[in-house]
Each structure stands twice: as C-alpha cells, then as structure tokens.
C-alpha cells in the first residue's frame, strides 16, 4: 500500500504517505462546495506532472554532470464544466543553467516521457514550455 486516506469532514482529506509518514490535506475547491484551504485533487494531480517532470530531468541530468538545482516549475490547471474534469494543464519549466543544445534536446525528450505525462489520459491538453537560462 502507498498511502493511507483519511475524510475529515468539510471536504477535507489527509492523506499519509506510509513509506515516510508524510501528510498531505486536500481541500474541495470554493468553485466545487469547498473551502479551497489546500490542494483540490486534481490540483494534486496537474502538480504532480510539473514534479515528476523535473524530477525526471534531474535524474537525467545527473549523466549529463548538469545542475538544475534552483530551477522552477508553475503548473497551471484548467478545468472542465461538462462533464467536470481537467481539460488542460501548463508547465513552465524556468531552468537554471545553459546547457548545450544536445543536452537541452535530451532533457526536455526525459521530461516528456516522465511516468504521469504517460498515465495522463490523452484528452487532457498538456502545454509544456522549457525556459533555459
């Protein structure tokens, strides 16, 4: 098992992490019945492709002996009235260093191929752009 959910009343989960016992809440949206005091559910998911992306490329990048320590991912999600869903979500990668065009071309092809981009169902728009310094 991965994690432990909890509902907590008022459309607020906890969710714990088991390997670290970490703990994340989760909040309704104001626009969905909720009071929006911490991630929506599918903010956790739109935020997890910007997370696993880099995740990916500084794993890559480790082979490549480039640092993107310091570098930055916004994620913006945009939702679906009928029926209620994600429909599109922007990552802007701002990265920290300049590598070479090679390297540039390797790194962005691992961050398209992390494992969310790739369980993300096709119908959700995905609007990637890379940012290099």
């Known amino acids: ?9 008022d459309l607020r989960t906890s969710s714990i ?14 626009d969905n019945h909720g009071k929006g005091e911490a991630f929506s559910p599918t903010d956790l998911v739109a935020n997890a492709l910007g997370s696993c ?25 945009i ?3 009928e ?9 802007v990668l701002d990265l920290s260093v300049s590598p070479t065009e090679k390297n540039k071309i390797i790194l962005e092809r691992a961050a398209m191929t992390c494992p969310v ?17």
Do not use: C
């Not at 098992?1 to 009343?9: A, E, P, V």
């Not at 029926?83 to 990552?91: G, L």
């Open 79 to 81: 939702m679906q009235a």
């Open 1 to 9: 098992m991965t994690s432990k959910i909890t509902y907590l009343g």
């Open 53 to 77: 992306m880099i995740s990916i490329m500084a794993i890559k990048s480790r082979d490549l002996n480039v640092d993107l320590i310091n570098s930055t991912v916004s994620v913006t999600k």
């Open 17 to 30: 992490h088991l390997q670290s016992g970490t703990e994340i809440f989760s909040d309704a949206p104001k």
């Open 117 to 133: 981009f790739l369980s993300l169902n096709t119908d959700i728009e995905k609007e990637i752009t890379f940012n290099w310094l």
């Open 83 to 91: 029926p209620r869903k994600i429909a599109k979500i922007i990552i």
